[in-house]
């Protein structure tokens, strides 16, 4: 399944796409594709060393054996270092999800943007802070935008007010945004709005679009996002971050975990979620007015 949906991915341009803008999550989605054709020369490679063995010709049926198993082990490597089946659902969701959009009537859709609605009502609140992750950056990119359609008076106040800001860490808004009408029309709700947006990600981690304003990729327009290096490198103990390397997918989640590091600058240097939270300063009124320009060094100029 995950080769099937790699290579719908590709019809629909979204792999070309990925690899022009972030790299990383380029390698990781060709991941099942990659296994699925080592297979394939491996098992082609054991069934002519068998017919080479078998025909007496030992040197080349053994060469043959040595290749095959080293092919099998490239293989089993990749393995080791990504989750084809994960990859796999997220991918088959994000086509079904294009093809179906099941999000229209969606309930829990409906009940996200009230959510919001609801928080900005609270006259105990200070902030309202919508912080989502991975695939959930999508979701949020939805509840953001239906909580601008059904109370944009509210909203505006509370963005006035520097009272509501949208967090996205690692995200993936422009894998469903240019599949789907229903996330093109959203992203373009919420790039087009004043709310506050900070976009954390790191080149490292392989399942995001590594510092990639996802509105400017979208329309091609100025800046919209504050896009931020995350420099978990830095604020991580040098084990913590060794073992991130080890195991990829790991590095997805350290935007979850708090900063290790044993020098206090350094923990600050990194992005610390709990810090984002905990903090008693809103963090539109830290943030620069005029969103960071970062052109992260494996893009592409792209015509999109």
């Known amino acids: 399944r995950g080769a099937q949906t790699f290579l719908s991915l590709t019809k629909l341009g ?18 099942p594709l990659i296994q699925v054709v080592g297979y394939a020369i491996s098992a082609i490679l054991g069934l002519l060393s068998l017919f080479w063995l078998v025909s007496s010709a030992y040197v080349a049926g053994t060469v043959g054996l040595v290749a095959a198993f080293g092919v099998m082990g490239s293989v089993g490597l990749v393995i080791s270092r990504s989750d084809a089946a994960w990859i796999g659902r997220i991918t088959t ?46 979701l949020g990119l939805l509840a953001m935008a239906d909580a601008i359609k059904s109370e944009p008076l509210l909203v505006k106040n509370a963005v006035e007010e520097d009272r509501l800001s949208f967090v996205t860490l690692g995200q993936t808004v422009p894998l469903m945004s240019r599949i789907s009408t229903i996330f093109a029309d959203s992203l373009s709700i919420v790039g087009k709005s004043e709310i506050c947006w900070l976009d954390v990600s790191a080149p490292a981690d392989p399942a995001c679009y590594a510092l990639v304003d996802p509105y400017r990729d979208q329309f091609d327009g100025k800046p919209r996002v504050n896009v931020q290096n995350a420099r978990f490198f830095k604020g991580f103990a040098t084990e913590t971050y060794r073992k991130a390397r080890e195991n990829r997918f790991t590095m997805h989640f350290l935007y979850l975990m708090s900063p290790d590091a044993n020098d206090k600058e350094d923990r600050s240097s990194c992005f610390d979620l709990y810090q984002l939270l905990a903090s008693d300063k809103l963090l539109a009124r830290q943030l620069p007015a005029r969103p960071n320009v970062i052109e992260p060094f494996f893009a592409r100029k792209t015509n999109r």
Not at 14 to 30: D, K, P
Not at 99 to 128: H, Q, T, Y
């Open 14 to 31: 979204i792999f070309s796409h990925m690899q022009q803008t972030s790299w990383s999550i380029s390698l990781t989605m060709a991941g």
């Open 93 to 138: 969701f994000a086509l079904a999800t294009a093809r179906r959009p099941v999000f229209e009537n969606w309930p829990n859709r409906a009940n996200m943007g009230k959510s919001i609605v609801e928080a900005l009502n609270r006259s105990d609140c200070d902030e309202v802070l919508v912080v989502s992750h991975s695939i959930g950056t999508q």
